[in-house]
């Protein structure tokens, strides 16, 4: 059974870091890009980052780029999201996907339940 | 950026009855490779989003055959023939022609009159 499971939401304030987590298992890791999408309380999906199947590319929403970080390490199937100097509008639940695109050869896509980020003083 | 758009934003539906759903994109999804990268997300209330549709018209494993997607180029449309309880919540179009970035929808609320 394909699992993400999300860890290291909680409570932060404006200007501080977090550091998402994302572990993967029943399906071969290596070889699927992985992606980041958030959804803001009430609002709809917005991808915020992407990491190719090796790790040697990534692209960032224009919201989040230069304050996230999105990594890999394929020996512990797991994918990660570096947040800092958070804002309230960071505020959302974060997901943890696989998403088909051109110029992938496996059309599956697999998400997990979600972690809680709020800033806030 | 392909700005995608839905309508309508909610829709209230009669169990039993169908339902349609519009999504619209800013430029067209036709990839060079001929295909079309358009997906339909479902997500209930307190859920994770789930795909019930890939490439226009494809349905995901699971997938009841009440739900399908049609369209081309920058016009798609998903359809719910009869409406179920178990259908309620809310549904995103998303496309993955021309990425980065992924973009959806803003999504519609299927609710039951």
Not at chain 1, 78 to 102: F, N, P, W
Not at chain 2, 18 to 37: E, F, K, M, W
Not at chain 2, 99 to 105: H, R
Request: hydrophobic letters at 30%; one cysteine or more; a neutral charge.
């Amino acid at each position: 059974e394909v699992q993400l499971v999300e860890s290291g939401g909680g409570l932060v304030q404006p200007g501080g870091s977090l550091r998402l987590s994302c572990a993967a298992s029943g399906f071969t890791f290596e070889i699927y890009s992985m992606n980041w999408v958030r959804q803001a309380p009430g609002k709809g999906l917005e991808w915020i980052s992407y990491i190719s199947d090796s790790g040697s590319v990534e692209h960032y929403a224009d919201s989040v780029k230069g304050r996230f970080t999105i990594s890999r390490d394929n020996a512990r199937n797991s994918v990660y999201l570096e947040m800092s100097s958070l804002r309230a509008e960071d505020t959302a639940v974060y997901y943890c996907a696989r998403l088909y695109g051109s110029g992938m050869t496996d059309y599956r896509d697999f998400w997990g339940q979600g972690a809680l980020v709020t800033v806030s003083s | 950026d392909v700005v995608m758009t839905q309508s309508p934003p909610s829709l209230p539906v009669t169990l039993g009855q169908p339902a349609s759903i519009s999504c619209t994109s800013s430029q067209s999804l036709v990839h060079s490779d001929g295909n079309t990268y358009l997906s339909w997300f479902q997500q209930r209330p307190g859920q994770s989003p789930r795909r019930l549709i890939y490439k226009v018209s494809n349905r995901d494993s699971g997938v009841p055959d009440r739900f399908s997607g049609s369209g081309s180029g920058t016009e798609f449309t998903l359809k719910i023939s009869r409406v179920e309880a178990e259908d309620v919540g809310v549904y995103y179009c998303m496309q993955g022609s021309h990425w980065p970035p992924w973009t959806f929808g803003q999504g519609t609320k299927v609710e039951i009159k």
